[in-house]
């Protein structure tokens, strides 16, 4: 079972930046993607970024393609989503996942999921 850690969100300002970390422990090689997913209030979970541990391979989604960007310290065990410019329709809850997805937007591929943590972004 992998454990995930979330930290990073908080209040933005629109054109902001944030960068959200996701420490994970207890990872296996089954375990090769980790994924970024978000919920806002009233919608349904929606698929952010991903990457392959093994390929270090990130894929996007589209809310923050072109401006979010994923990242892997192996050093750290930590999976890194630096957001740029950010607007207001990004405000919501920020899940990271692991498992052993295929296909890497899939949330129903992730065997472990982290509490959240909230990004606000103001206009």
């Known amino acids: 079972q992998v454990r995930l850690v979330e930290s990073g969100g908080g209040l933005v300002q629109a054109g902001g930046s944030l960068r959200l970390s996701c420490a994970a422990s207890?990872?296996?090689?089954?375990?090769?993607?980790v994924g970024w997913f978000r919920q806002a209030p009233g919608k349904e979970r929606e698929f952010v970024a991903a990457?392959?541990?093994?390929?270090?391979?990130?894929y996007y989604g589209a809310p923050g393609m072109g401006r979010f960007t994923i990242t892997i310290d192996y050093a750290k065990n930590t999976v890194y989503l630096r957001m740029g410019s950010l607007k207001p329709e990004d405000t919501a809850v920020y899940y990271c996942?692991?498992?052993?997805?295929?296909?890497?937007?899939?949330?129903?591929?992730?065997?472990?999921w982290g509490q959240g943590t909230q990004v606000t972004v103001s206009s």
């Open positions: 996942a692991a498992g052993a997805a295929e296909i890497l937007w899939n949330m129903r591929e992730y065997n472990d």
């Open positions: 207890g990872r296996t090689d089954g375990d090769n993607a």
């Open positions: 990457i392959r541990w093994r390929s270090n391979s990130p």
